[in-house]
């Protein structure tokens, strides 16, 4: 539990909910209820075991946030209970209520002890990759999504170094759920065409043909989409980006449409693997054994990554107007 002033108000409250969750209790030593409130609070931040953190702030000390606070929730009593995640506040509620509807109102916002487990996992798999240990970071994610299937970002982290490392059944495996969604996640369908690509390269005559080989039937017919497209998912498989974008981007340009889309499709996932999260960079040097961006908590994207993107992104657009 903490004392909120408004000194500490920033770093306690608004810069901590960022790493957790801040509850917000505000009280007064003349408040009945607030009393009666404040042993259930604090008993179930014990309870919950870190996965929020009480803040409490008496309203006759701090009437600057006191005020703020009530006015935006459009209430003047107290007890007042406000939730911080993500540096904002996201919900509250007033009044001493019993423990039950209190944990359904923390159940909201909170996060799971599967949901927790799974960071930490991840976090020692970041650090695994960091270190060169692929088999290692490869288990501790298949442990995060056992921990808590609903983590997307640990899922797709999961996959992104399965498909890097060759294995290529258990990706699939982990792209069945997100990919029965609807709508379906770019990152994931991403994910599944760079899949597709390594597996072409696996199981297909035409995946070991060398560029040159391609480029023979291109030039015989350049509207040969078939064989520009085999030619781009080489390209992909081989982390030669820009160049499969190119060959797509021949496509698109012909013929938009063809086999519904599937070039305009694969040109945008190929911007999607390229493209770091937002809150998130590459653990490591920033890339997976594949040249393919992880979730983790490193650098920004370099100046020429970006400008590529931009680049490529432009002439998409091009291409479709």
Same mark, same amino acid.
């Given at each position: ?40 609070? !604090?008993? =179930?931040? /014990? ?6 953190? %009480? *803040? #409490? &702030? ?67 798999? !970041?650090? =695994?990759? /960091? ?6 970071? %490869? *288990? #501790? &994610? ?180």
């Amino acid at each position: 539990m903490i004392d909120v002033t408004l000194q500490n108000f920033e770093a306690e409250v608004l810069q901590a909910s960022t790493r957790t969750p801040v509850l917000l209790d505000i009280w007064a030593e003349w408040c009945g209820p607030c009393k009666q409130l404040g042993p259930v609070l !604090e008993q =179930l931040e /014990a309870e919950y075991a870190g996965r929020f953190t %009480l *803040a #409490k &702030l008496d309203a006759d000390k701090v009437p600057e946030i006191a005020g703020q606070l009530s006015q935006m929730l459009g209430t003047r009593s107290i007890p007042l209970c406000v939730m911080f995640v993500g540096g904002q506040p996201v919900d509250g509620f007033v009044g001493a209520q019993p423990p039950a509807q209190i944990r359904a109102f923390l159940d909201k916002h909170v996060p799971t002890e599967g949901a927790l487990a799974a960071e930490e996992e991840v976090s020692e798999a !970041e650090a =695994l990759v /960091a270190a060169g240990d692929t088999e290692a970071a %490869l *288990a #501790k &994610l298949a442990d995060a999504l056992a921990a808590d299937p609903a983590n997307d970002d640990a899922r797709a982290d999961y996959v992104r170094l399965a498909v890097a490392t060759g294995g290529y059944e258990e990706a699939a495996a982990a792209l069945d759920e997100p990919l029965a969604r609807e709508p379906r996640p770019l990152r994931f369908d991403a994910l599944r065409r760079w899949l597709d690509a390594m597996e072409f390269v696996e199981q297909s005559e035409r995946g070991n043909w060398p560029l040159p080989q391609f480029d023979e039937l291109i030039a015989q017919n350049k509207r040969d989409f078939d064989t520009r497209f085999q030619k781009a998912q080489v390209l992909m498989a081989e982390g030669q980006w820009p160049q499969a974008m190119d060959e797509l981007l021949e496509i698109i340009m012909r013929d938009r449409k063809w086999n519904d889309e599937a070039a305009r499709k694969t040109y945008v996932a190929i911007l999607e693997l390229l493209t770091p999260p937002p809150t998130k960079a590459a653990a490591a040097d920033g890339k997976s054994a594949g040249g393919i961006e992880l979730t983790g908590k490193a650098a920004q994207q370099e100046d020429p990554q970006a400008e590529l993107l931009s680049s490529y992104r432009r002439k998409l657009s091009m291409a479709l107007n």
